[in-house]
């Protein structure tokens, strides 16, 4: 793919939205940082946009050819607001569009598998990366993190299940190869990292990071269902929660190589990652 066209990246401040656009910049690539406040992003041209309001969607097109889809979160039918642009994007001269979903969310399937299903229809050149849980649930903002970093303790409804926790960093690489490859992948892509690990190797790998105690206390599907609906819709909150009841069903116990085929290295482990981020300096 030639490098002279514009990289559009929603959610540009984001988890793996930030990661992508930092290294396409890095590569010499032009890129369009969209945010809903258009907060400047080191080497890129910041531009605001909102999937809420269309009028955002073409201003932040103008000269894309590619663009890196992150769904709004929390909707549990983002496909409401997404269709609608990806057709505007086709019209505007998009190509290509790398859109960003879940290991647990196959084409057709709840909230962002309906755009899954529609992308390859609305565009010649794609990719859908469905990458694991994150990495950084544990070290960022995430709840997660947060009842870490106050409590020490992780509260799921995964029970003994494990899942192939992958680095946002090691997200965002594959997210520039999908991008600006001679060929788009035109398939998903299921990303990992290299071990299946429970919730309970987690907080046994941060504790022994951080020298500060962390468990994982085992709730039901109900009472995590209740827990997350205090801070996110209902609806959204139950579909997480099912989530982690599919993850102690051993959905999400498996491990990819796809990171490795196409960044030609390993994906990082969750303790390189701890290290990195939950450690001074690190």
Known sequence: MTASGTILVIGATGTTGGRTAARLTAAGHRVRAASRRATPVPGAQPVRFDWYDPGTFDGALDGADRVYLVPPLGDPDPAAVMLPFLRRAGAAGVRRVVLLSSSAIPAGGPGVGAVHRALPELFDQWA???????????TGAHMHARSIRQHGVIHTA???????????????????????????????????????LGYDDIAAIVTEVTGRPVTHRPLTFEEMRDRLAGQLPREFAEMLAGMDRAIAEGAEDRTTDTVQRLTGRPPHSFREVAERELTRGG
């Open 128 to 138: 859908v990366l469905r990458p694991s849980w994150f990495m950084q649930n544990f």
């Open 158 to 196: 995964a029970g003994s299940g494990r899942v192939g926790f992958v680095d946002a960093d090691d997200i965002a690489a594959v997210a520039v190869h999908a991008l600006t490859d001679d060929r788009a992948p035109d398939t998903d892509l299921v990303l990992t990292g290299p071990q299946a």
